[in-house]
């Protein structure tokens, strides 16, 4: 009976190896969750672009573009964004015929000024955490100065000749 008695200690033990090899599949579970979780997030803080300058601009350099670019203000509103550090701005529906505004010569341009660079930034990383369908909407967010202007429809012909313009008088900006 006792060597019996011993047996079953040993498969005890042997239960114990179990213990050990669920302790491992318990690691790699938590390994390849904190991944799931880890990865997504260090790659939004990876694949931030780089913080454009805080300076106080005045936002005649944006319509300015829009004239460069042929293109003409048909309508102004004013906009408050609800977060936080933004001080107010306008918005813009712009188009290459006011008349015959279609989806493809006409867009819509929010510009938002904030009162500091941190809030300004801190507002770039909340839209870029989001997700498209799931609170974020579909446009195109720009940093320029102390201003976030965000474009929509996104990638439009007419949007990238005022980007064009724009990064024209950036450009000319730094150089003179």
């Given at each position: 009976m006792t060597s019996k008695g011993k047996k079953s200690k040993k498969t005890s033990s042997g239960g114990g190896s179990k213990k050990s090899e669920s302790?491992?599949?318990?690691?790699?579970?938590?390994?390849?969750?904190?991944?799931?979780?880890i990865i997504p997030i260090g790659l939004c803080f990876y694949s931030a672009p780089p913080a454009e300058p805080y300076t106080t601009l005045p936002e005649d350099p944006?319509?300015?573009a829009v004239h460069a670019a042929g293109a003409t203000i048909c309508d102004t509103t004013n906009t408050q964004w609800n977060?936080?550090?933004a001080t107010g701005g306008t918005?813009?529906?712009?188009?290459?015929?006011?008349?015959?505004?279609?989806?493809s010569n006409t867009i819509t341009v929010q510009v938002q000024a904030f009162d500091s660079v941190e809030s300004r930034d801190a507002a770039v990383q909340t839209y870029n955490t989001m997700?498209?369908?799931r609170g974020k909407p579909v446009g195109n967010l720009f940093a320029y100065g102390q201003y976030l202007?965000?474009?929509t429809p996104p990638?439009?012909?007419?949007?990238r000749q005022i980007q064009a313009e724009i990064q024209k008088m950036k450009t000319g900006q730094t150089s003179g």
């Open positions: 302790g491992s599949g318990s690691l790699i579970a938590l390994a390849v969750v904190a991944m799931i979780f944006l319509l300015s977060v936080p550090g918005t813009y529906i712009i188009s290459t015929d006011c008349k015959a505004q279609t989806s997700t498209v369908g202007i965000y474009v990638n439009t012909a007419l949007m």
